[in-house]
């Protein structure tokens, strides 16, 4: 059960909507409906009670809250729809290894969540959002030495990468609100600490 939950709380998609004559959307979300004669239609849901046609008509809920994308050692990467992923490896300016842990804020745009279904589909998690901040992230860490990152440069580092990311998300409908690093450190010392807790 809480597997569930917490997939239904880490995605932007909620897979089920009543499959009857009514399509109810919770606060924080919006419905897209698709239409067998038209397609996706380009107008979305708000929150409350609304008429669709059964069978005819399929409704899908896009979470429109701040979501977490959170990157971290407790990460599952065996569900690809999941919001996150594992740290992030990276070569810095000064051609060391490092591992980076955080946190980016995300959230959809309401206006373009019909595009988004029709053009990208349901698992834009997998498709777009965590190859580009594993490519973004590599290409920021790659700018600066460790210490700056770790130490005086930290701020900068977290901006670019804020832009970097925004420059790719916002055409396409993606908000990018605010990139956290948290844990920076060694490959060699993520490795080592995984392998102790794997041991406990």
Not at 14 to 38: H, N, Q, S, T
Request: charge should be neutral.
């Amino acid at each position: 059960m809480s597997s569930s939950l917490d997939k239904l709380m880490y995605s932007f998609v909620m897979e089920d909507v009543l499959k009857g004559l009514f399509i109810y959307v919770p606060p924080g979300y919006v419905a897209c409906v698709y239409d067998l004669g038209r397609g996706v239609l380009k107008k979305v849901l708000t929150p409350g009670l609304h008429f669709k046609i059964p069978f005819w008509q399929k409704a899908k809920l896009f979470n429109t809250q701040t979501l977490e994308y959170g990157i971290s050692r407790e990460f599952n990467p065996e569900n690809l729809k999941a919001m996150g992923d594992v740290p992030i490896a990276a070569v810095t300016k000064d051609n060391k290894r490092i591992a980076v842990e955080g946190t980016v804020l995300l959230r959809l745009d309401i206006h373009q969540i019909p595009h988004i279904w029709q053009t990208i589909g349901e698992d834009f998690v997998e498709k777009i959002i965590r190859p580009t901040i594993r490519s973004r992230m590599r290409m920021v860490v790659s700018r600066f030495d460790q210490e700056e990152i770790v130490g005086a440069k930290r701020d900068a580092t977290e901006t670019e990468l804020k832009n970097e990311l925004e420059r790719i998300f916002y055409s396409r409908g993606i908000y990018v609100e605010n990139v956290l690093l948290s844990e920076i450190g060694s490959v060699s010392e993520f490795k080592r600490v995984a392998k102790e807790e794997d041991t406990k």
